[in-house]
Nanobody, 129 residues
Framework: QVQLVESGGGSVQAGGSLRLSCAAS????????MGWFRQAPGKEREGVAV????????HYADSVKGRFTISQDNAKNTLYLQMNSLKSEDTAMYYC??????????????????????WGQGTQVTVSS
């Protein structure tokens, strides 16, 4: 069973930055997708950014393109989300998720939370204007 633990959330003013981290327990899978999702109060959970273990694939929600960057450190089994130019509408609980397997998946599929099997407990991000 893979465990994902997020950290790095907090409160920041609009225009500020935060970096989220997701530490994954050791696993034997060599191919996988990992991503960040978020859920604001009263809204459905949405995909924010997704990447592939082998690199070369990164997808972002239109609302965060140019402001957020997803990255990973495979040696540390850690996923990151650098969030810059934060806006009040970025306020949400942010979740790390993983789905194992090397099958090609299109952007629309990867940004849907229902397609991911493993989840962290979430970390809160609050942006004040």
């Amino acid at each position: 069973q893979v465990q994902l633990v997020e950290s790095g959330g907090g409160s920041v003013q609009a225009g500020g930055s935060l970096r989220l981290s997701c530490a994954a327990s050791e696993y034997t899978y060599s191919s996988y997708y990992m991503g960040w999702f978020r859920q604001a109060p009263g809204k459905e959970r949405e995909g924010v950014a997704v990447t592939y273990s082998g690199g070369g694939i990164m997808h972002y929600a239109d609302s965060v393109k140019g402001r957020f960057t997803i990255s990973q450190d495979n040696a540390k089994n850690t996923l990151y989300l650098q969030m810059n130019s934060l806006k009040s509408e970025d306020t949400a609980m942010y979740y790390c998720a993983a789905e194992f397997g090397g099958v090609f998946r299109p952007r629309w599929w990867l940004l849907q939370d229902e397609n991911f099997s493993y989840w962290g407990q979430g970390t809160q991000v609050t942006v004040s204007s």
